[in-house]
């Protein structure tokens, strides 16, 4: 399998821009996560889908981030308008959902810098 | 919800030396373990993991014990090599979140040469 895959790799913005990250979870998967990465606080949740429904967005930061799952083998999480304080790594990751404990597989992550 | 802290956040080991991580959870409820590593420029990869009906669990250089009634669990590597050197996370889920993860805010080794 190619494991999860996320595009782009790495996006350089300007703020005020809107920024689109992409994400395909590994086929057969039916839970699907959106994580934010940065020094100061670390991994953070932001929204996580079941078979295609969002099941909890609480730790979207703001209402210009959202996130989108229009299929089982595509999800979008778009910022806009973008800000410097949005600069962080995005990572998407999968699971089966086989149960309510199973592994999370990550994508590579797209390095999103807004100027 | 849970919470999850992991220590220490630094650690630097000599080749050959082991190397040791703990996490501590708070929700008694948490039934799943797993351990990720992550190097620079990559997403975190699954290493290891434990579910609660295990005390530890081995996988060559590397294994996990966990202590349910203290409610903390461990990252045990020996023989350290240079490549061993990443950030690593543990993680606690349970049955009620629906498979969401809490992470720990991660430990960063450094293997000496």
């Known amino acids: 399998d190619a494991g999860v895959i996320q595009s782009p790799r790495h996006e350089v913005t300007e703020m005020g821009q809107e920024v689109t990250l992409r994400c395909k979870p590994i086929s057969g998967h039916d839970y699907l996560f959106w994580y934010r990465q940065t020094m100061m606080r670390g991994l953070e949740l932001l929204i996580y889908f079941n078979n295609n429904v969002p099941i909890d967005d609480s730790g979207m930061p703001e209402d210009r981030f959202s996130a989108k799952m229009p299929n089982a083998s595509f999800s979008t999480l778009k910022i806009q308008p973008s800000e410097p304080r949005d600069s962080a790594v995005y990572f998407c990751?999968?699971?089966?959902?086989?149960?309510?404990?199973?592994?999370?597989?990550f994508g590579p992550g797209t390095r999103l810098t807004v100027l | 919800g849970e919470n999850v802290e992991q220590h220490p956040s630094t650690l630097s080991v000599q080749e050959g030396d082991s190397a040791v991580i703990k996490c501590t959870y708070s929700d008694s409820a948490s039934n799943y373990f797993p351990w990720y590593k992550q190097e620079l420029g990559k997403g975190p990869q699954l290493i290891i993991d434990i579910r609660s009906n295990v005390g530890e669990k081995k996988d060559q250089r590397i294994a996990v014990t966990l202590n349910k009634t203290a409610k903390h669990f461990s990252l045990h590597i020996t023989e350290t090599q240079p490549e061993d050197s990443a950030v690593y996370f543990c993680?606690?889920?349970?049955?009620?979140?629906?498979?969401?993860?809490?992470f720990g805010t991660g430990t960063s080794l450094t293997v000496i040469p």
């Open positions: 990751a999968s699971s089966t959902g086989q149960g309510s404990t199973d592994t999370q597989y």
């Open positions: 993680a606690a889920s349970y049955t009620n979140t629906g498979n969401q993860f809490y």
